[in-house]
């Protein structure tokens, strides 16, 4: 295991759909990527599927099948995400920078059961932890995993969220950056009312006081809730922010000593 003082320059930075709208946001993401190089050692880039390809992937589903065998069901619309981790692992390639590219299991992202709802029971990030002896970037699908049965799963939506913070508590990162196309957390929906007021920062306590009450949240409450468990610090910003948005949990000094994830992983269990 790295020590504290390696898992400090360890960042983990999330990008949403509403940040992958065409293929040529893959180089804006990419360029920003090595902003920031300089910072930390090393860096796991959590990313959505593109724009609404979710949506049509699930409306094809039911085109097919009125009601999808869940199995099926979390094999296709896991293969939004998959797109995204390759086409930017081209683009940072393309500026001449190495990274890799892992699916959710390829990560170690450890599920219960349930097909199109799992939740995070453990993170064994063997092939990142290998991929950070050679590479700057290790691209994570989100909102997919493997069950304990080895079957792909999904973690519902808002998932990548929630990929982002389980992957910051399994390796210890210093914190998540959450890109969004609002630059921060608002009073309100700032894309309804113009007098919306930001915050500089929250406790994980008001933020999830907040995002309960939006129907649009910001960030999923479960991401919030697994941060606030691992005192994991957040921030939630945008590309073209030039501050930093708004920090959650900035009063976090130190992590919990132990990882605690959405559910415990059963008793006598192994996985490889």
């Known amino acids: 295991m790295a020590s504290i003082s390696q898992c400090d320059k360890r960042l983990i930075m999330k990008f949403g759909s509403s940040c992958i709208k065409e293929p ?43 009601s999808p065998p869940r199995r099926e069901y979390d ?24 990274a890799i590219s892992f699916t959710g299991s390829q990560s170690g992202i450890i599920t219960s059961e349930e097909h199109s709802d799992a939740h995070i029971v453990d993170i064994k990030p063997i092939r990142i932890l290998e991929a950070f002896k050679r590479y ?23 998932g990548s969220d929630t990929t982002a913070v ?19 957390i608002a009073d309100k929906d700032p894309k309804q009312y113009k007098n919306a007021h930001y915050f500089d920062e929250l406790s994980y306590e008001r933020a999830l006081e907040i995002v309960q009450k939006t129907k649009r949240a910001i960030i999923h409450p479960r991401a919030l ?14 590309i073209a922010s030039c501050g930093s948005g708004t920090i959650i949990g900035a009063a976090s000094k130190t992590q919990m000593s132990g990882a605690i994830y959405e559910r415990e992983l059963p008793a006598h269990t192994s996985y490889l």
């Open 166 to 184: 389980a992957l910051a508590v399994g390796i210890k990162a210093m914190k998540v950056q959450f890109y969004k196309d609002v630059p921060g």
């Open 225 to 238: 809730l697994l941060a606030q468990k691992n005192q994991i610090p957040l921030e939630v910003t945008t």
């Open 75 to 98: 094999m296709m619309v896991s293969v939004g995400e998959r797109i995204s981790i390759a086409l930017l692992t081209m683009a940072l390639a393309k500026i001449g920078e190495e």
């Open 24 to 66: 040529l946001s893959f180089d804006t993401i990419a360029r920003h990527l090595l902003h920031q190089r300089e910072n930390y050692n090393n860096i796991i880039v959590v990313v959505s599927a593109m724009g609404d390809l979710t949506d049509q992937l699930i409306s094809l589903a039911h085109q097919v099948h009125p």
């Open 136 to 158: 700057r970037f290790v691209i994570v699908a989100g909102f997919q995993g493997v069950s304990l049965s080895k079957e792909i799963t999904t973690l519902g939506r808002g």
